[in-house]
């Protein structure tokens, strides 16, 4: 997991929205682009890169690709941001 993958890939409002209606519910990117006034390869691209980002993850389900969020890696973010905040209160105790 690379922390400067999943902040870029979290800069963008249009990923930040993807994400959230995958935290609701599994979707194909047929469903998403009901969601949002961008052709279909600007969604592709914006997938693409949480996917590289391991934000979210895939599944074929016959001539489906299901999207799904990762929250393993989100676990693991939050995990790596406290460390660091954490070794930076410490740093200042010093």
Do not use: C
Not at 5 to 16: C, Y
Not at 17 to 38: A, C, V, Y
Not at 46 to 58: G, Q, S, Y
């Amino acid at each position: 997991m690379s922390l400067d993958a999943i902040f870029q890939a979290l800069a963008d409002p249009t990923r930040r929205q993807i994400l959230t209606l995958l935290k609701k519910k599994d979707l194909t990117p047929g469903e998403l682009s009901e969601s949002f006034p961008i052709t279909k390869a600007s969604l592709s691209h914006h997938l693409d890169i949480l996917k590289r980002a391991d934000l979210v993850v895939t599944e074929r389900q016959g001539q489906f690709i299901i999207y799904s969020l990762n929250v393993s890696v989100f676990d693991e973010m939050v995990s790596a941001v406290m460390g660091v905040f954490k070794v930076a209160k410490n740093e200042g105790r010093q």
